[in-house]
């Protein structure tokens, strides 16, 4: 079942602070956060593994409340680059164990 | 290092046609995965493999076939082309399934007209 992410699209001025929120319905072994720039791939931002640890690098950073089975992507003074479409890929402690994407939330950020 | 590469980038195919994307990685990955992304969605999982001969169903796999005979193959076969199958596909790999980032190709565009 795919996670929920919100909010679905959020714009920003340059310098902002974001967060994006990812729920599932589900028991989560892990979280992992990409980014997507139109026409491109998504690309590998982190992994979040069960035990409620938080990273982060550079002004990007998220924690994994295992319990609420939620997942959050913190990004603090935002730039330009950070404009794309982000998702959250969950793979569960039960089942087949694949990793399935949200349906992404897109952020703008604007001078 | 190449990566995971896809070919072709785009493809217009007629309905009932039939194709094959062709996903290749050289990163001696256990891995694999083929997605679909329909215009501002998110990915959904079509098939994906843990390793040479193993292979599993995703969340869409109807009118899909896909084979894993190598360790760097993972092609997808859409056998009678419909117009849902309208989409860009993404083929990833990883090297374990949990605990390590999974790289992406460049996607193929097909469109089914």
């Known amino acids: 079942q795919q996670p929920v992410q919100s909010p679905q699209a959020v714009i920003l001025r340059e310098g902002e602070d974001a967060v994006i929120n990812c729920s599932s319905s589900k028991a989560l072994y892990s979280v992992h956060w990409y980014r997507q720039k139109h026409g491109e791939a998504p690309v590998f931002l982190m992994i979040?593994?069960?035990?409620?640890e938080q990273k982060g690098h550079d002004k990007i950073s998220a924690s994994f409340n295992e319990k609420k089975q939620q997942s959050s992507l913190y990004l603090t003074a935002s730039q330009l680059s950070y404009s794309g479409t982000y998702f959250c890929?969950?793979?569960?402690?039960?089942?087949?164990?694949?990793?399935?994407f949200g349906t992404g939330t897109r952020l703008t950020i604007i001078p | 290092n190449a990566g995971v590469t896809q070919t072709p980038k785009f493809r217009i195919l007629k309905i009932g046609q039939s194709m094959t994307l062709q996903c290749t990685q050289d990163m001696n990955h256990n891995y694999m995965y083929w997605y679909r992304q329909d215009p501002g969605m998110g990915l959904k999982l079509i098939y994906y493999?843990?390793?040479?001969?193993?292979?599993d169903k995703g969340e869409v796999p109807n009118g899909y076939n896909v084979s894993r005979s190598t360790t760097e193959d993972f092609p997808l076969r859409l056998e009678l082309a419909a117009p849902s199958q309208t989409s860009v596909y993404f083929c990833?790999?990883?090297?374990?399934?949990?605990?390590?980032?999974?790289?992406f190709g460049q996607g193929t565009r097909l469109t089914v007209v």
């Open positions: 890929g969950t793979e569960t402690n039960f089942g087949n164990e694949k990793l399935t």
């Open positions: 979040l593994l069960k035990g409620g």
């Open positions: 990833a790999s990883s090297f374990t399934r949990r605990d390590t980032e999974a790289f």
């Open positions: 493999s843990v390793g040479a001969g193993i292979t």
